[in-house]
């Protein structure tokens, strides 16, 4: 520091070079760090651009008016399918559309009123989602289903 | 007015001549008529002449040597029963009688059976030497076997039936069920035997039937409240020993097939019917011994519940009770079956399914065969037994032209009997065993289809498998795959299903699967790929960022060295 | 001397309303032993800390404390929001390097008998500082909610509920409840997000107000004319504490990047893993749990801890030197060797 002190009055050239030089290091240094740290933050803070989580994290799926009794149909919530059907007996019900014989996507018989897997041709009960007949070994998982204002909203996660 | 003519000696001659032809030919036949007797018995069961006049058996002529050679069906043309005979046809039932008495035939033939004869075939163990009130074999039999006695005496006696009996349908056999009053006589004394006579005790204790009040007597006869032998076991109280072995499905039909009696307990009735049209009834009623019955898959005396997992027919146990017999070459010998089917059922996916992983949803050799009415099924019926399991498959080959073809390939042809596996992609191709090449070889007009196909298929595995490998590596990288393995379910569904629509052999059919499977895997690899290429320029920024950091300390070094010197 | 650039005049404008550079100046212009070693090792502490508040703070902004919502809120972390994976990380893995700078800080003051007269209290404050830590790992480990997570927490609890006497008090206490339910998240959030950190920086102010009070020891074994040899805090020792805060930067930045944070499925309260275990810095405890009856274990665990808590008060000898405290130093090898076996070991078991 004393150096500092004293190249400061006397002498041409150097010690002003030197003190600018560190106050450039010391500069850099700051700028680095700063933008280093904020640019993450910052990018963190703004809000991301996918998927709008509403309230508790639901799907908005269709609304009701298009999902008649006796329909389902298969929806994407959170990369996952699910499969909502509108029975007589129970309501509006999801499930899980991923049958768990080997996975593969299952899909709604209307004229026949069963969940059916296309692969080898494994049964599920609509309202309860049970096996009707075939080769799953167990029931569908069933989602949360709810309808707001004549949406139907479905539980991701 | 003609004048009357006067008779003629001419006229008388030939009038007398007339007589006297007349009184010949009634004569002769009068004759005849003495000549041949009448047939001075019932016939009620005696169709068969030639067993006592063959031989002048029991008193009745041996017929002269010029009948030699003629058959029974020849007799009744020239000889009928008297008159004042009982009528020649019979219904089968027979009127009743007092039960006891020994009513003779109503023209004193051979006395009738006054008991049931049920367990009873062998006549002489009883009547040879006249035990048990039996009366013992006059003299006049001596020499003749136990097979020649019903050929004469009938039973008389009332064969009660519950079911109204058809032709060649073997009826449920009634059993007497004794009042019981809760004592089992035949199991307290059988319990303190040993070996054989003990056995069956031990086995039925621990039997549905001994939970249920079926006791010794309700099957064998005798009576169960009399602790004597001579009492137990007579056969004045229904005894009939162990029973013969064909007669057993129609003596466990006598409740079992009875709907009234198994309605309570929600159990089918048909099991008799079945049998009987089963190779094994077929069979036994042609008095092979060596069939199954009743008895012999049942655990005999231990018969359990069918859901009991410790009964031979559980359907866990299926395959081993039929091995018992199916896989033994030299019972199986005579029938010219084969026998190993047990060994390639075992390694198969069915057998695999069922006996290694114990999963109940896999068939047993009773499933595709039957139970009670097992038969093989026809080579025509085959798709329809796979078929009640594997029924969308069935769908797809319906609609094949293999299915419309008259002896095209059905599921065995492909896929094997008993030694189902695992199929591949590799039927497709070659020209071995069980390949479309055995029917289709290369050059055909159908081998084209057969390289399309497959090569739909193929191409749609390999891209999947490659859209699996690239989200591994993604996940290697720590990256979250989530999303991407959602979307690979769907190709996963899509590529399942071609797999089970090209048994249509539509190409058509099968490429839009096999296309939707293949899009959507490239989607996923372009997915998958993003996310590493993420993954690197993460890396990449961090060698940029540690760089500046690093720059940041070489500027700090610089400045305390400043500082400090 | 004072030039009238901006930095400057903005300086001066500060310092007529809030006239803090006296107190700045007290707390910066102190001189410190010259050979003094400390490695750096509280400052990194502390450093790691700071990147902790910093990046949970960010984290707090999108987390969701229930059950249904956790591990969803992990996942749009990790995968949507911006850099979140980054942040994510580097909480992660500074979670890790704070326990590790914390107990090697521990290590060296001990080795160098820094605890002794007048420094016990800064000793006891920094043995609980040391307990904050480890109660910052366990209570932010179940936070997102997934299998791991809600496993390790339930043995973890479940040691807890094995100590006598109070152990079943203790587990509900911990739990919320007999189970780790949603009731356990949320009481966890609120001591890790709020009950902590209150009562670590309470503890550091007045660890680091007492260090600056007495400051720092001279290291053993160092002869009377270079103990009095001084250096300046600032910017001599700050600048070289700086250099080791970026060195602990770039170790993050790597460890971030090459590794980063996993998840494992979500909780499943019904299927239990194959393998459980807690984190890296709980092992040696499970471990011993496994081979040891628990009451030994326990009794050994709770005698270690006060001992290590009380040192100042039992090694009462004046001499700071080494070779005088011999049976301490052994005492402390056999101690880190066998933690660190049973570590080793709980991790590859």
């Known amino acids: 520091m004393s150096d500092l002190s004293n190249s400061q009055n006397g002498g041409p050239g150097q010690p002003i070079h030197r003190r600018t030089f560190i106050q450039a290091l010391v500069g850099f240094s700051v700028v680095a760090t700063l933008g280093g740290v904020l640019t993450p933050i910052l990018g963190y803070l703004w809000p991301p651009a996918r998927r709008s989580a509403t309230k508790g994290e639901r799907v908005a799926v269709g609304d009701e008016r298009d999902l008649p009794v006796g329909q389902g149909k298969i929806v994407s919530a959170g990369d996952k399918p699910v499969i909502v059907v509108h029975t007589a007996q129970g309501g509006v019900k999801a499930f899980s559309a991923i049958c768990t014989h080997l996975g593969c996507i299952v899909s709604w018989q209307q004229s026949r009123g069963f969940i059916q897997c296309p692969c080898h041709d494994g049964r599920f009960n609509p309202v309860t989602g049970t096996v009707i007949s075939g080769p799953p070994p167990s029931p569908l998982s069933p989602v949360s289903v709810s309808i707001e204002g004549g949406k139907i909203y479905v539980q991701v996660g | ?565 | 001397m004072q030039t009238n650039n901006w930095t400057n005049r903005v300086g001066q404008w500060f310092e007529e309303r809030a006239g803090v550079s006296e107190t700045v100046a007290a707390l910066l212009h102190v001189d410190i032993p010259k050979n003094a070693q400390t490695l750096y090792l509280g400052g990194l502490a502390l450093f790691f800390f700071g990147v902790q508040a910093a990046t949970g703070t960010l984290l707090s902004l999108y987390y969701r404390g229930s059950p249904e919502e956790a591990y969803d809120s992990i996942l749009r972390i990790m995968n949507e929001v911006r850099f979140g994976w980054l942040i994510r990380s580097v909480h992660a893995w500074s979670a890790n390097l704070m326990i590790i700078a914390v107990v090697l800080h521990l290590l060296r003051v001990f080795v160098q008998a820094a605890y002794k007269r007048p420094r016990e209290m800064t000793w006891l404050i920094g043995v609980l500082l040391l307990i904050s830590t480890l109660g910052f790992g366990f209570t932010g480990y179940l936070l997102p909610w997934d299998q791991r997570a809600f496993w390790a927490t339930t043995v973890g609890s479940e040691i807890a509920g094995s100590i006598p006497v109070i152990g079943q008090q203790l587990l509900e206490l911990l739990r919320g409840g007999t189970d780790v339910t949603g009731v356990t998240l949320t009481r966890f959030q609120g001591v890790h997000m709020l009950i902590l950190p209150l009562t670590l920086a309470g503890l550091l102010l007045l660890h680091l107000f007492l260090v600056h009070r007495q400051g720092l020891a001279v290291p053993p074994q160092t002869p009377p004319e270079k103990a009095k040899e001084k250096m300046p805090f600032w910017p001599n020792y700050l600048l070289d504490e700086l250099i080791a805060w970026y060195l602990g930067l770039a170790l993050l930045v790597i460890l971030a990047s090459l590794f980063p944070a996993g998840l494992e499925p979500k909780a499943s309260p019904l299927s239990t893993p194959a393998h459980i275990k807690p984190e890296w810095y709980f092992l040696s405890l499970y471990q011993a749990l496994k081979l040891a009856p628990r009451i030994i274990v326990l009794l050994a665990s709770f005698v270690g801890l006060s001992v290590v808590f009380f040192v100042p008060f039992i090694d009462r000898g004046p001499s700071r030197d080494p070779k005088q405290r011999l049976g301490w130093l052994i005492a402390a090898v056999v101690a880190v060797t066998v933690i660190a076996g049973l570590s080793v070991w709980g991790a590859i078991s």
């Open chain 2, 1 to 565: 007015m003609k004048e009357k003519k006067p008779m003629t000696q001419h006229h008388l001659w030939r009038m007398l001549a007339v007589a006297a032809v007349g009184v010949i030919v009634i004569l002769l036949t009068t004759a005849a008529r003495l000549a041949q007797p009448p047939i001075p018995h019932d016939l009620t069961g005696r169709q068969d002449c030639l067993a006592c006049h063959e031989q002048g058996v029991n008193g009745a002529p041996k017929f002269p040597a010029n009948h030699a050679g003629r058959t029974n069906d020849m007799c009744q043309g020239c000889h009928h029963p008297a008159a004042g005979a009982a009528p020649t046809s019979t219904p089968p039932v027979v009127p009743t009688a007092t039960a006891g008495a020994a009513p003779t035939s109503a023209t004193g033939g051979p006395p009738s059976i006054p008991h049931d004869v049920i367990g009873r075939d062998d006549c002489l163990v009883c009547h040879a030497t006249g035990q048990a009130g039996a009366p013992k074999v006059p003299d006049d039999h001596a020499g003749r076997t136990k097979d020649t006695c019903r050929t004469c005496h009938q039973p008389s006696v009332t064969q009660p039936t519950t079911v109204p009996p058809t032709p060649a349908v073997l009826p449920p056999t009634p059993i007497p069920h004794p009042a019981a009053g809760g004592k089992n006589s035949c199991a307290d004394c059988h319990r303190t035997l040993s070996g054989k006579l003990q056995q069956p005790v031990t086995d039925w204790e621990g039997s549905i039937h001994a939970a249920r009040n079926v006791g010794c007597a309700d099957c064998h006869g005798g009576d169960p409240t009399s602790a004597d032998p001579n009492g137990s076991m007579a056969s004045a109280a229904g005894y009939i020993g162990a029973p013969d072995k064909a007669s057993i499905p129609a003596l466990c039909g006598s409740c079992h097939a009875n709907v009234e009696m198994m309605r309570q307990y929600d159990l089918p009735t048909d099991q008799l019917s079945k049998y009987q049209e089963s190779k094994h009834g077929q069979l036994l009623a042609k008095g092979d011994r060596n069939v199954a019955t009743c008895f012999d898959c049942h655990d005999g005396h231990a018969t359990r519940q069918t859901n009991d997992p410790g009964t031979s027919v559980y359907p866990l146990n299926v395959p081993a009770l039929c091995a018992r017999c199916h896989a033994d070459a030299a019972l199986m010998k005579p029938y010219g079956i084969p026998t190993n089917q047990y060994d390639l059922f075992k390694s198969s996916v069915h057998g695999i399914a069922l006996l290694k992983n114990q999963d109940l949803r896999a068939p047993s050799c009773a499933t595709c065969h039957g139970t009670h009415g097992a038969t093989p099924p026809g080579f025509e019926e085959v798709a329809n037994v796979c078929g009640s399991c594997h029924s969308a498959t069935q769908d797809y080959f319906l609609k094949s032209k293999h299915a419309s073809v008259a002896d095209g390939p059905k599921c065995v042809t492909c896929h094997g009997r008993y030694d189902v596996g695992v199929p591949s992609d590799d039927m497709f191709t070659g020209n071995g065993q069980r390949q479309c090449g055995q029917c289709h070889p290369a050059g055909s007009p159908q081998a084209e289809t057969v390289k399309s196909l497959y090569t739909a298929i193929h191409q749609a595995a390999i891209t999947y498998d490659q859209a699996g490998k690239a989200i591994a590596q993604a996940a290697s990288l720590q990256m979250i795959v989530g999303p991407e393995e959602e979307q690979l379910q769907q190709a996963k569904t899509s590529l399942l299903t071609a797999r089970a629509a090209q048994h249509t052999g539509q190409l058509a059919d099968v490429s839009k699967l096999t296309g939707q499977a293949v899009s959507i895997s490239q989607q996923t690899i372009q997915a998958a790929e993003a996310k590493v290429a993420e993954s690197i320029f993460r890396r990449k920024a961090m060698v940029v960022a540690v760089v500046m950091i690093g720059l940041v300390i070489v500027a700090l070094v610089i400045v305390k060295r400043a500082l400090v010197a």
